[in-house]
């Protein structure tokens, strides 16, 4: 059983900033990737970045590339993503998830535990 628990969401206005942080415990598999995932109002749940917690190899949506920074504190057993320049559509609750396996991947089912979620909101 892993345990996610993300913090440090808020509302902050266009163009402001905010760090998320996925804290991780539990039985972690020896190699494993963790992603943050993201869920707007009436709209699916889309993936945007995940890191590998071995050897750090970082993927992003399209979308964030350039604006949001995944990394990770390995002796803390926390991830990060911090969002800078955020945009009005950036505003959904924000997940982070564990995956067995050091291969990356982009699709929800490939992740077997999730966070609860971070609200994050940025006003126009």
């Known amino acids: 059983q892993v345990q996610l628990v993300e913090s440090g969401g808020g509302l902050v206005q266009a163009g402001g900033s905010l760090r998320l942080s996925c804290a991780t415990s539990g039985r972690t598999s020896s190699s494993y990737v963790l992603g943050w995932f993201r869920q707007a109002p009436g709209k699916e749940r889309e993936f945007v970045a995940s890191?590998?917690?071995?050897?750090?190899?970082?993927y992003y949506a399209d979308s964030v590339k350039g604006r949001f920074t995944i990394s990770r504190d390995n002796a803390k057993n926390t991830m990060y993503l911090q969002m800078s320049n955020l945009e009005p559509e950036d505003t959904a609750v924000y997940y982070c998830?564990?995956?067995?396996?050091?291969?990356?991947?982009?699709?929800?089912?490939?992740?077997?535990?999730w966070g609860q979620g971070t609200q994050v909101t940025v006003s126009s």
């Open positions: 998830a564990h995956k067995k396996g050091p291969a990356a991947s982009t699709h929800l089912p490939a992740y077997d535990y």
């Open positions: 890191i590998s917690w071995i050897g750090g190899t970082t």
